[in-house]
């Protein structure tokens, strides 16, 4: 999620988006767009399902395509909401983003 989505600063897709298209603001957080925020998912969630499909295309797992994509939405989702939240003085989102994902993924693909 955090290569795919938002990746390194000035190189992320949700940078790059937000910054060329992006004028209007979450209403919590001013410093984050609509439109990087939705860059974020979109792109992290063609990453991750490319992730998915190559490690199971080698065989480590096999999944529910119909449940994974929804699974594989999910950890989208909840990475992109953890990323947009105002607690960049608390915890940089480069930490914060890659714990929420693991553990979202946790949850969602074990239970």
Same mark, same amino acid.
């Given at each position: 999620?955090?290569? &795919?989505?938002?990746?390194?600063? !000035? $190189? &992320?897709? /949700?940078?790059?988006?937000?910054?060329? +298209?992006?004028?209007?603001? #979450?209403?919590?957080? =001013?410093?984050? $767009?609509?439109?990087?925020?939705? *860059?974020? +998912?979109?792109?992290?969630?063609?990453?991750? $399902? &490319?992730?998915?499909?190559?490690? *199971?295309? #080698?065989?480590? +797992? =096999?999944?529910?395509? &119909?449940?994974?994509?929804?699974?594989? /939405?999910?950890? *989208? !989702? @909840? /990475? %992109?909401? @953890? =990323?947009?939240?105002?607690?960049?003085? #608390?915890?940089?989102?480069?930490? *914060? @983003?890659? #714990?929420?994902?693991? !553990? /979202?993924?946790?949850? $969602?693909? %074990?239970?």
């Amino acid at each position: 999620m955090m290569c &795919g989505g938002d990746g390194v600063h !000035l $190189t &992320g897709v /949700a940078d790059i988006m937000g910054r060329k +298209f992006g004028s209007s603001k #979450l209403p919590y957080n =001013e410093m984050k $767009t609509w439109v990087g925020s939705i *860059s974020m +998912f979109v792109a992290g969630f063609f990453i991750s $399902t &490319g992730m998915v499909c190559f490690y *199971s295309a #080698l065989g480590y +797992f =096999e999944l529910d395509w &119909g449940c994974a994509i929804h699974r594989v /939405a999910l950890v *989208s !989702l @909840v /990475a %992109t909401v @953890v =990323e947009s939240l105002p607690i960049s003085n #608390l915890i940089d989102d480069n930490i *914060s @983003v890659p #714990l929420a994902s693991m !553990l /979202a993924a946790y949850f $969602t693909f %074990t239970y």
